[in-house]
């Protein structure tokens, strides 16, 4: 029996589902489609939360983490803290394939990794990102408190609280947002992955939910696959993709599996009330979506799709 493919995606991977959809659409596996969408959104130079073009962290560093899970064998790849390497996914991608045993690789060990498989380098700062890193930390009068979202409000004392942070670091001396896609392929595989450069100016080495198995990225074939984005430490406390698969497999619908897992999290103390957002699909192609606050979308194409389709996340 086939499967009828789809793939979906979060904000901002627009720029690569038709790829992948396209590979889906003429027999291609999940996984090379999941890879071919997320490298493309990685190449976006006007996205500053994946890839090149990424915001840096406090050092004006950019690091990049990525992983991937297959759904039928729960085998997983990730890489985190990745400096110099433009496509963590198809890094990602091959900690699982190529090096026996291990999941993850951090810093300097996956860059060598990197090197070893003949991987491309490249320069991940771009001027724009530069330029945004020097602006951001000028202090800023346009806020203005009464009109602002909590979630917004969150992101402007962290920001106070990053540049703490970076003012405590002499300059270097060298040099948000997330995109999760999941596809289902005719075969009835299921794959996720994530890409992202982390939320700018973190404190250098950090590793966000993207890396992290049941926390930013999850997929069990009998039940679904789901990711996050956002504040990465939120659904790292709270296990977040594995919450919503794991109410999938209690049968829960797609949006409120994603909407339950937002609602715990937001019973924890945050200081920076951050946002998070998640997707997910099931095995037979049923996908939803939740969001922190109104307005959050995720993309949607299928074999009939010529462009992404939008559709609104549930609000929490
Ligand atoms: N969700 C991505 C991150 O926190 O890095």
């Not at 001396?173 to 005719?186: C, F, M, S, Y």
């Not at 950090?206 to 069990?220: E, H, K």
């Amino acid at each position: 029996m086939t499967t009828r493919p789809i793939i979906i995606g979060s904000e901002r991977s627009e720029v690569g589902l038709p790829a992948g959809m396209d590979l889906l659409r003429h027999g291609g596996s999940a996984l090379d489609a999941v890879e071919a969408a997320l490298r493309l959104c990685e190449d976006n130079l006007e996205d500053h939360y994946v890839g090149t073009g990424g915001l840096p962290n406090a050092r004006g560093e950019v690091e990049l983490d990525a992983s991937v899970m297959i759904g039928s064998s729960r085998a997983f790849g990730a890489v985190g803290a990745v400096r110099g390497f433009p496509h963590p996914i198809s890094i990602a991608r091959a900690v699982f394939e190529r090096l026996p045993q291990h999941c993850l690789l951090v810093g300097s060990g996956a860059e060598l990794f990197a090197e070893e498989q003949g991987f491309e380098r490249a320069e991940l700062l771009t001027d724009e990102a530069k330029r945004l890193f020097r602006e951001s930390l000028a202090p800023s009068d346009e806020s203005v408190e009464g009109e602002k979202t909590v979630a917004a409000r969150g992101d402007d004392r962290y920001r106070v609280t990053a540049i703490e942070l970076v003012k405590r670091f002499r300059p270097h001396d060298g040099p948000w947002g997330t995109i999760n896609v999941i596809a289902l392929d005719e075969s009835g595989e299921m794959v996720v992955g994530v890409s992202t450069s982390g939320y700018p100016w973190k404190y250098p080495g950090r590793v966000g939910d993207s890396a992290l198995p049941g926390t930013g990225i999850y997929c069990d074939l009998r039940y679904g696959g789901a990711a996050c984005t956002g504040r990465g430490e939120m659904s790292m406390r709270v296990t977040g993709a594995r919450m919503v698969v794991d109410a999938l497999a209690r049968g829960e619908a797609p949006s409120q599996a994603c909407r339950l897992m937002l609602a715990e999290a937001a019973t924890l103390p945050d200081a920076y009330a951050a946002e998070l957002r998640t997707l997910c699909l099931t095995p037979v192609g049923q996908h939803g979506g939740a969001a922190g606050q109104r307005g959050s979308t995720y993309n949607v194409m299928t074999t009939a799709s010529t462009v992404p389709e939008v559709f609104p996340r549930t609000p929490l």
